[in-house]
């Protein structure tokens, strides 16, 4: 895989970190990496936006892109339209990442939220983008109670436009995981699938990006350069017995 569009069932669910982890391992395997952002929304002109963070994250190798950028925090066609700027079109993304692609062994795509956000007038999104790449999605899902039903409908997005889920990844995994987070270990795949590929700790963005990068891989599968096992990640954070009736 030279190119991967990584997404997600909605927004602040940990994208850009999970974004920054895979850059990480892949250039820990030897890899070339570049990250590229279609729309960066609700960031200023001088503020650094996700791109800058994977770089600053996964390290100053990364090639990081962005191709447009709003200064309000909305889905890119809105704030694009608020803002009276150009949207991105699927076209101009696929063409940048093919781009990218002759120069660096992976291209990493992050959309804006979740999968349907709107790109342009038309309502093109980031699938319309991965289509045109016959790129595989990454989906990036939260832990906790809902995660089953968001992820399960993304698939069913992804497959129902002949795109193909790489597999899901839990964007900020709990230090004192409840229930419902340790039972979606298991479930995620089922209702999706899809594989689980890794689970990054909550607050992995904070680390130092020395620490970052040196403990990326251990967050993540082999499919993705990394050693994380989902065996191991289940067996670890155990759902527990169910109650005796009436307990």
Known sequence: MSVIVVSGTGTEIGKTVVTSAIAAAAMA???SVAVLKPAQTGVGPDEAGDAAEVARLAGSAVTAVELARYPEPLAPDTAARRAGLA???PAAVAEAADRLA?????????GAGGLLVRFDEAGHTLA???RLLGAPVLVVVPAGLG???SAAL???ALRARDLTPLGLVVGSWPSAPDLASRCNLADLPEVSGAPLLGAVPESAGTLPPPVFRTTAPTWLSPALDGTWSATGFLTAWPAGPLSPAGA
Request: glycine share 4%; no cysteine.
């Open 29 to 31: 395997a030897g890899r």
């Open 87 to 89: 949207t991105v079109s």
């Open 102 to 110: 002759l120069s660096h062994d992976l291209v990493l795509v992050e």
């Open 128 to 130: 319309d983008a991965a």
């Open 147 to 149: 995660t089953l039903n």
């Open 154 to 156: 993304t698939a069913e």
